[in-house]
């Protein structure tokens, strides 16, 4: 559905990503790894656009769509979660799903917030409420919402688990797995967090310096030891 071939990016006078080559196959969760600073979120910028690539290409679904537009990438397919949730603070929580609607449009129909609220029961209780006064784990859940309203078939979360308390990151992670599952959304997930990475990943990827330095399989997540050495625990 999506891969990376030699993806150089970074920012003025830095470079961060080094060459990155990797696939995800729809239908499929893949965890991208790595300490802070190693260049996870800049890798995600650059599949959805908010960073160019210097060189290298990604193709999507067959497409090149490596100097595509963000927003052609958000309608050909391709949701964006960042990391810190990046909700707006003084909007409603439906409000807040009303502006993911239009980075997702649906074409010829309404969005349906009864799905999102179907997903997160706790944002329904909550839809008239100033995202900004919520807890970190109900804004990662509107962050992940405001998605479902659109087109995504695939979707990139930045660090889902930043900020929110240990019981409420399982419940993400079993909301990740139904809605690959239920939705058929393809899911390439960012974290750190090793109880996630292990509750989600049917495979994974280890990031270091702007690299990928090693291939997980399934198994291969659920050794603590082995996927350690790539976290800063
Ligand atoms: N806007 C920016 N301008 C310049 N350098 C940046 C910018 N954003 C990130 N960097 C640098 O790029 C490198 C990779 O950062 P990146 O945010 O991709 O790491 P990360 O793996 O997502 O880390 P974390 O786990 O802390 O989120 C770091 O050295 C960082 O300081
Ligand atoms: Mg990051």
Redo the contacts with the bound molecule.
Sequence with gaps: MLSTENLVS???K?N?LQGVSMEIHRGEIVSVM??????????VKTLCGLLPADSGSITFCGEDITKMKSYERAWKGISYVP?GHMVFPKLTVEENLQMGESIHPVKGKKPDYDLVYEYFPRLKERRNQEAGTMSGGEQAMLSIGRVLTGNSELMLLD?PSEGVQPNIVTAIGDIILRINKELNLTVLL?E?HIGLLQQVSGRAYAMDKGRIIDSLTREECLDYDRIRTYLSV
């Design positions: 970074g920012y003025e830095v961060v790595g300490r802070n600073g190693v260049g996870k979120s800049t890798f990391q660090e960012v750190q």
